[in-house]
């Protein structure tokens, strides 16, 4: 577990005046850089998209995004092309490397034919390569990990790691639950009652996305809507609140939290969202007239929850230090169904578009830049730097170095190591292990259209 925040600062004071005696001494300090550097924060918002939250900017919607983009760098980051599934992108994030070099090649692993068949959620042991937590890490710098896609079983790592099945504890028993959806242990039973299950969530929660002066009212949310909206608002709750009350107290150096709702909802009600790809209603399909007058309802729905997203934003970010560094990003974009199936939209991958949002904000990161061409490979590279790590040849992104203020470029230069290596599984996982929420993952997959 982290160290206080009063024992961190009396050991960055040590550290400091360690290199200034080194610097006195007339010796050029070769140790890593900036141990005096708050914290650094890195949220991510799966599937956010630049033509949703540019206007909402305009109109002053998101006013947290909206601050650390006038204060910081931001821009489109590039997906991996062609369209992978966020598991396979936010891995790539978390270790610079290409889905054949890491490891997790979808959201499962198919095995065997007819009867024999079976698909199992990609699990942890899979991962061919380390993440920027485990260097940054392993440098003795504490991190905290929330919720990262394909991090079950939660592995040891240099703080905690509460890996993403949290939302699903109930569905393990005690000791499995201490053993495998958390790191150490014990957090397990610690952060229990904060999960919000989906089922708990209330009539008066939905009301606050959907259009309560329209004729259907919340009726526009029968059926797998109503899953959808209530998946997405407990997963981002329990996510929220887990963080504040693991990172409040006893902060890491380096914090992730990883929050999935905007894509879940963007899957299903951007088709009310986007007059372009709702069909013409016809009094001879009743599909397109149901369609019609749900959209009455939840027209706003996709950009409610982009305002609940910005306001976990701000949650998350008042328990931080005014020096922390905050980094945002989105796997992928997103647009609309495109193709009309049987009255319904096309969901799944093919509802991804490849420019997603980075937004980096912090006392080393300059004023207003625009960063331009910056790739789902770059994450990586960028936070190893900024937490004073070497970057790892064998990377093929870079540093997005024209986001940092030119004291900040010369107190963390970029530094190589040949690899940073398999990681802490050692690569040698060949298949998924399988857990007891499977079925559950599984059904969720098919709803959102990622698997058959
Ligand atoms: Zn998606």
Known sequence: MARTRHVKASIAATLLLATVLLVVGGCQSASPPAAEDGPIVVLGIDGAEWSVIRPMLERGELPNLASLIERGASGPLRSLDPRQGSPVIWTTIATGKPPEEHGISGFVKEKGAAAEFHNTPFSSNMWRASAFWDVIGGAGREVGIIGWLVTWPAWEVNGFMVSQYVQRLSGFTGEEAGGSVTFPAGLAERIAPLVRESGSVTAEEMAGFVNMESELGLRSLEGQNEEALRRAFSGDETAVTVALSLLADEMPDLSCVYIRGVDEVSHRFWVYMDPETRPPVDLSKPATVLLSRQTEALVDLVREYYRYADANVGRI?????????????????????????????????????????????????????????????????????????????????????????????????????????AGPHGGDGDEPIESPVDDEVREQLRSLGYIE
């Open 317 to 421: 970010l008042e328990i931080f230090p005014e020096d922390a560094t905050v980094l945002v990003c989105s796997d992928h974009g997103f647009r609309g169904p495109g193709v009309w199936g049987e009255g319904r939209p096309h969901m799944g991958i093919g509802q991804h578009s490849l420019d997603g949002v980075a937004i980096l904000a912090g006392p080393g990161i300059a004023r207003g830049v625009e960063l331009q061409g910056a790739t789902v490979y770059d994450i990586a590279p960028t936070l190893l730097t900024m937490a004073g790590s070497a970057v790892a040849k064998d990377m093929p992104g870079r540093v997005l170095e024209e986001a940092f203020t030119t004291s900040f470029a010369r107190s963390h230069r970029v530094r190589y190591v040949e690899t940073h290596g």
